[in-house]
């Protein structure tokens, strides 16, 4: 079972930043890391992934694309999520997630909560809040 530790968050006024940080137990090997969100009354939606082999391909849902990045650092076993230009509809519970392998909300993660009938990631973090005030 592959472990996730999650840091950062907080509160910050529109148009501020945030950084968060997960920590993985287990980095070895190729496999699909991501940011989750979900904010009170709506499903838990996909923000961002990557792949973390070869390139590190990333992948974004369009609401964040150009504000938020995605980014591994190998040497820390860590993903992080740089977070810019932050609105109040950013507002939620930040998750990171982990798979093993080319999983296949690594590239659909923008489409991730059309997929009702597939298993998520094997792993979640413990969840830090973001809060943007107008």
């Known amino acids: 079972q592959v472990e996730l530790v999650q840091s950062g968050g907080g509160s910050v006024q529109a148009g501020g930043s945030l950084r968060l940080s997960c920590v993985v137990s287990?980095?070895?090997?190729?496999?699909?890391l991501g940011w989750f969100r979900q904010a009170p009354g709506k499903k838990r939606e996909g923000v961002a992934s990557?792949?973390?082999?070869?390139?590190?391909?990333?992948w974004y849902v369009d609401a964040v694309k150009g504000r938020f990045t995605i980014s591994q650092d190998r040497d820390k076993n860590t993903i992080n999520l740089q977070m810019d230009r932050l609105k109040p509809e950013d507002t939620a519970m930040y998750y990171c997630a982990y798979e093993r392998g080319p999983a296949w909300w690594c590239s659909a993660i923008a489409r991730y909560t059309e997929y009702t009938d597939r298993r998520g990631p094997d792993s979640w973090g413990q969840g830090t809040q973001v809060t943007v005030s107008s």
């Open positions: 990557i792949y973390t082999s070869g390139g590190g391909a990333t």
């Open positions: 287990n980095f070895a090997g190729s496999n699909c």
